[in-house]
């Protein structure tokens, strides 16, 4: 058997006792009384609104592929968003109106409208419904102080790795 030189011997001892960490002292159950948004993550306006607008595009991707199933899901997915939005964030910054008051009054009843169309399976109704729901969207916007945020119809689909076409 071949002896370790010292020298080695010397990095692979300091290398062990190196990674060795003590360990970490547990951790204090939090308070009963704690909020539950001090225990996690709270996604600030913009990234639950830009989640919002990824979901409006792929609705409308859904709805023109007669893709009932991803339509109906993408509309759930919206009106979660928006419920994200009431309870994070039920007043903003400079907002005179807040999201909070905003969003029941103005986009609530486009997206159940939209629904409906969807549930009906009915296309024509889907893109005027959808319209209606994209104003409601900018009409928020514009009551909010947002209304430089203006969103319409996607145009292109910018999710080139997603199958809209529902399998027959």
């Not at 005179?96 to 969807?118: T, Y």
């Not at 969103?151 to 199958?163: H, L, M």
Request: with cysteine; hydrophobic share 40%.
């Amino acid at each position: 058997m071949k002896r370790f030189p010292p020298s080695l011997a010397l990095v692979l001892a300091v290398a062990v006792f190196a990674c060795r960490q003590p360990p970490a002292p547990a951790a204090a159950a939090p308070p009963a009384t704690a909020p539950a948004a001090a225990e996690g993550y709270t996604p600030g306006l913009g990234e639950i609104m830009t989640l919002q607008q990824m979901r409006h595009t792929k609705l409308w991707l859904a709805g023109q592929a007669e893709n009932w199933d991803l339509a109906n899901y993408e509309i759930k997915e919206l009106r979660e968003g928006f419920d994200d939005v009431v309870k994070f964030h039920p007043t903003h910054e400079e907002s005179p109106v807040a999201p909070k008051d905003a969003i029941p009054k103005i986009v609530n009843v486009p997206v159940d409208d939209l629904q409906g169309a969807i549930v009906k399976k009915d296309k024509t109704d889907f893109v005027e419904k959808y319209d209606a729901l994209t104003k409601a969207c900018n009409d928020c916007h514009q009551a909010t102080n947002f209304g430089f945020n203006v969103v319409q119809r996607p145009a292109t689909n910018p999710y080139p790795n997603q199958v809209f076409t529902p399998k027959r």
